[in-house]
């Protein structure tokens, strides 16, 4: 059982570029949600999705776009990568409350 | 609005003492709370959660958590600390489809 994948691990951006971040679940979960981490800040809900085709925005929404076309897959794009945005992004799962969570990763805007 | 908060940054302890690492809350409602625990390098790991019922949770690996609902607290508790205890410890509260994280906690215990 793989729970929830990230891909990739790590990526280095140069400021403008667009990139996508990868998630997948396989536990049928209903909701998804991404986080970035930031030292000494915890983690931060960016954007969340309580089934396919419903996403809604979290506490630090700007600069992201997200779909749920699945079940399965939230995927998290940046449009125009910003130095604010080097951080770990975190996919996480749930069905009762609990979170499932990815590997993380790991993003460094240059 | 609600939020949850962690008071102190890094907890130190001694192998074999018991260990504390607070954390409170506010919140409109009943309030569901959990723990959650990460290693280096890892995404983060569930340890346990307060829906309702017992003031007291066990959850993983010998961790429980007072659910205090005059103090709105929900401080994670080990009777005897281990040296692989030392880790990043989150308190998360849950509303609404939305699940908001304290800070962490740093835990190092020494042998």
Known sequence: ?110 | AQSVAQPEDQVNVAEGNPLTVKCTYSVSGNPYLFWYVQYPNRGLQFLLKYITGDNLVKGSYGFEAEFNKSQTSFHLKKPSALVSDSALYFCALYNNNDMRFGAGTRLTVKP
């Open chain 1, 1 to 110: 059982n793989a729970g929830v994948t990230q891909t990739p691990k790590f990526r280095i951006l140069k400021i403008g570029q667009s990139m996508t971040l990868q998630c997948t679940q396989d536990m049928n979960h209903n909701y998804m949600y991404w986080y970035r981490q930031d030292p000494g800040m915890g983690l931060k809900l960016i954007y969340y999705s309580v089934g396919a085709g419903i996403t809604d925005k979290g506490e630090v929404p700007n600069g992201y776009n997200v779909s749920r076309s699945t079940t399965e897959d939230f995927p998290l794009r940046l449009e125009l990568a910003a130095p604010s945005q080097t951080s770990v992004y975190f996919c996480a799962s749930s069905s009762t409350g609990e979170l499932f969570f990815g590997e993380g990763s790991r993003l460094t805007v240059l």
